[in-house]
């Protein structure tokens, strides 16, 4: 089975900070691994994908690695603002499963001006 | 904006009532997965649709069921509902390929009293 934690479950921080948020994972035999930003009530954004063969993808301030065999994930925010205040998950894809997400509970960021 | 559309965005429904929610796919996407979030919490699988057919089911039971049509948009089907349904129901489409990105809407908010 496979179980996705996300730590910390809360973060505030003052604006320009460099953060880092965190997603385990406890089957390393995934396809890959997407990262999501969701304001509250509302759907989820695509921030990042990495395929199990890569070991980080970049986005403006985004940068996400993966370390697929020690069951980990990295989402670093450069110079953070309030705008990126929100909610983000993590979501992996099994190997041996159809194209399902398994998904975090979150990290709750504020961002204070 | 996903090009994923989900309707309603609100509902507010009676115990042991029947709910229909609708998701338009991102064109040339083929698959199309229901996922419930409860408040708090990160987004649980229901199952999922490729080409008209259910390609896999999470642990939710039978009074949930669905639909693909031939242009690839889906719907939800929830009968008897029950309090504990009531959370934000979201659909993501993809092509199919497990190695692409999944696009999700912005969700139905379903609340039963």
């Known amino acids: 089975k496979q179980e996705v934690t996300q730590i910390p479950a809360a973060l505030s921080v003052p604006e320009g900070e460099n953060l880092v948020l965190n997603c385990s994972f406890t089957d390393s035999a995934i396809y890959n691994l997407q990262w999501f930003r969701q304001d509250p009530g509302k759907g989820l954004t695509s921030l990042l994908l990495i395929q199990s063969s890569q070991r980080e993808q970049t986005s403006g301030r985004l940068n996400a690695s993966l370390d697929k065999s020690s069951g980990r994930s990295t989402l670093y925010i450069a110079a953070s603002q309030p705008g990126d205040s929100a909610t983000y998950l993590c979501?992996?894809?099994?190997?041996?499963?159809?194209?399902?997400?398994?998904f975090g509970s979150g990290t709750k960021l504020n961002v204070k001006p | 904006e996903t090009g994923v559309t989900q309707s309603p965005t609100h509902l507010i429904k009676t115990r042991g009532q029947q709910v229909t929610l609708r998701c338009s796919s991102q064109s040339g996407h083929n698959t199309v997965s229901w996922y419930q979030q409860a408040l708090g919490q990160g987004p649980q699988f229901i199952f999922q649709?490729?080409?008209?057919?259910?390609?896999g089911r999470g642990n939710f039971p039978p009074r949930f069921s669905g639909l693909q049509f031939p242009n690839y948009s889906s719907e939800l089907n929830v009968n008897a509902l029950e309090l504990d349904d009531s959370a934000l129901y979201l659909c993501a489409s993809s092509p199919g390929d497990t190695h692409t990105e999944a696009f999700f809407g912005q969700g139905t908010r379903l609340t039963v009293v």
């Open positions: 979501a992996v894809r099994r190997t041996y499963n159809f194209n399902k997400f398994y």
């Open positions: 649709y490729y080409r008209e057919e259910e390609n």
